[in-house]
């Protein structure tokens, strides 16, 4: 099996930082990328970053020039570095790996446990 386990989430208030870390263990032959997600009450769940094997990077719009996903391939751990937090942030953040177990095998999602980050004020 394939586990995410996040860690850094909590309360700020808006224009505070915050770090969270996600790190993968388990059965995993290869990662394709690695990303977060977020989702607030009532709203569907929406990327936030992505960073590839190779260290290439996608952002959603709402995020550039403020968060920073950042990963460690060697431990298989990825980063999101958060600042300027507005309230609308609030949300649970979800750790994403797309990638597969064996060498042969498909390529599939998994994902963490979610962390919740709330932004005060």
């Known amino acids: 099996q394939v586990q995410l386990v996040e860690s850094g989430g909590g309360l700020v208030q808006a224009g505070g930082s915050l770090r969270l870390s996600c790190a993968a263990s388990?059965?995993?032959?290869?990662?394709?990328?690695m990303g977060w997600y977020r989702q607030a009450p009532g709203k569907q769940r929406e990327l936030v970053a992505t960073?590839?094997?190779?260290?290439?990077?996608n952002y959603a719009d709402f995020v550039k020039g403020r968060f920073t996903i950042s990963r460690d391939n060697a431990k298989n751990t990825v980063y999101l570095q958060m600042n300027s937090l507005k309230p609308e942030d609030t949300a649970v953040y979800y750790c994403?790996?797309?990638?597969?177990?064996?060498?042969?095998?498909?390529?599939?999602?998994?994902w963490g446990q979610g962390t919740q980050v709330t932004v005060s004020s």
């Open positions: 388990g059965s995993i032959f290869s990662i394709n990328h």
């Open positions: 960073i590839t094997n190779g260290d290439s990077t």
């Open positions: 994403n790996l797309f990638g597969r177990r064996r060498a042969l095998g498909g390529f599939s999602n998994y």
